[in-house]
């Protein structure tokens, strides 16, 4: 009996040390395709669900949330959101950021800001960090203003016109 308990605390010893081995990779511990990058790519596609983008051309359209709703803009537009059923909804936001830069000048950068107003009362913005209950009614029209871009015209860098880059806000919204 001796000998088997020896036996099987060696093959156990054995069998933990050859299983708990160092994993290296981008994510460790996560192993989903086998590719580090490919894993990378599935888990953020899966941490950010696909986002609804408010242009110049959709922006007389309200947007309804039906459960969860990510909406995205790199305009300074405003927007609006209905909910089909009242109740209170986490919000979470990401600013964007828009960056002007020109040869031999350093840049400038100026965060780019989503609200979502009732009125005129602000409810959450994207300067808020974190996530946020909000309680929304139905038959209630909100809206999604967006703020903080600059007319990169009126800016120079030694005489010579600057270039912008615009990075999307993301505002989402989310049944609880």
């Given at each position: 009996m001796l000998k088997y308990l020896v036996w099987f605390t060696f093959a156990s010893l054995f069998f933990w040390s050859c299983a708990n081995?160092?994993?290296?990779?981008?994510?460790?511990?996560?192993?989903?395709?086998?590719?580090?990058?490919?894993?990378?790519l599935v888990l953020s596609v899966l941490a950010n669900p696909p986002c609804q983008n408010l242009t110049n051309e959709n922006v007389g359209v309200s947007f309804v949330l039906e459960?969860?709703?990510s909406i995205c803009s790199v305009l300074a537009v405003s927007g609006s959101l209905s909910v089909r059923t009242s109740g209170t909804y986490e919000v979470t936001a990401t600013s964007g950021r828009q960056t002007l830069t020109s040869?031999?000048?350093?840049?400038?950068?100026?965060?780019?800001?989503?609200?979502?107003?009732?009125?005129?009362?602000?409810?959450?913005?994207?300067?808020?960090?974190?996530?946020k209950p909000i309680l929304l009614e139905a038959g209630k029209l909100y809206t999604l203003q967006g703020t903080g871009l600059v007319d990169p015209s009126g800016y120079q860098c030694q005489g010579r016109p600057v270039s912008s880059s615009v990075t999307p806000y993301r505002i989402n919204l989310r049944k609880l």
């Open positions: 081995g160092k994993e290296e990779g981008l994510i460790p511990g996560t192993r989903l395709t086998g590719d580090p990058m490919a894993d990378a459960g969860s709703l040869n031999n000048c350093n840049s400038s950068r100026f965060d780019f800001l989503i609200a979502l107003k009732d009125g005129n009362t602000e409810l959450f913005s994207s300067s808020f960090v974190g996530a």
